[in-house]
């Protein structure tokens, strides 16, 4: 059976911080909206404290996270153990997506130093952490770290890649506003 906790504990972040892959889960509000849920890998989270947690997004094809957090904030994360005993935790909270070039970025970008590009850094404020047996995840090998979204980031120039991160992402797959340019957002 499992157990849910109003904050981290010391055995969660241990749990946390030895997982090599993580899930987020959002949803906008509308019923026919899209649910996303997306796998993240690297060295790309952080605990802040026992109710705060964070990981640099890195970019990518979409984006549903900043939309959905724009919209309603509500967020879940999920780590599973591939390897040793079988668990499961899930963080559930309310998100931020702190898009580059606003204000706050670089405060949570010093989090990352591995990392020179990043498009935000998502600030999860925890509301609820729940545990489970993860008796039916598989047993898995972890070979490393694909290399491909690390020479993306580094492909252009900062400028062009950002200019890029702007029209890409602009909006969700459901229409949704997604990266706003910080002097767009003040106007909004």
Same mark, same amino acid.
């Given at each position: 059976m499992g157990k849910t906790f109003e904050t981290l504990n010391e055995s969660h972040v241990d749990f946390i911080l030895r997982q090599k892959v993580f899930f987020v889960a959002t949803a906008p509000l509308s019923s026919s909206g899209s649910v996303n849920l997306s796998p993240k890998g690297y060295d790309s989270i952080r605990i802040i404290d026992a109710q705060t947690i #964070?990981?640099?997004? @890195?970019?990518?094809? $979409?984006?549903?996270?900043?939309?959905?957090?724009?919209?309603? *904030?509500?967020?879940? %994360?999920?780590?599973?153990?591939?390897?040793? #005993?079988?668990?499961? @935790?899930?963080?559930? $909270?309310?998100?931020?997506?702190?898009?580059?070039?606003?204000? *706050?970025?670089?405060? %949570?970008?010093?989090?990352?130093?591995?990392?020179?590009?990043?498009?935000?850094?998502?600030?999860?404020?925890?509301?609820?952490?729940?545990?489970?047996?993860?008796?039916?995840?598989?047993?898995?090998?972890?070979?490393?770290?694909?290399?491909?979204?690390?020479?993306?980031?580094?492909?252009k120039p900062l400028n062009e890649w950002k200019e890029r991160r702007y029209q890409a992402n602009a909006v969700s797959i459901d229409g949704l506003p997604g990266l706003v340019r910080s002097d767009q957002a003040d106007s909004q």
């Open positions: #964070a990981w640099i997004d @890195l970019g990518g094809s $979409g984006i549903e996270t900043h939309a959905h957090l724009n919209e309603n *904030g509500r967020i879940t %994360l999920m780590f599973c153990a591939f390897d040793g #005993a079988a668990s499961i @935790l899930r963080i559930y $909270g309310r998100g931020e997506a702190v898009a580059m070039d606003t204000p *706050g970025f670089a405060e %949570l970008k010093a989090l990352f130093p591995a990392f020179d590009r990043a498009r935000a850094i998502i600030k999860i404020s925890i509301d609820k952490v729940a545990d489970s047996c993860g008796w039916g995840v598989p047993f898995f090998n972890f070979k490393g770290e694909r290399e491909q979204l690390h020479r993306h980031l580094e492909h």
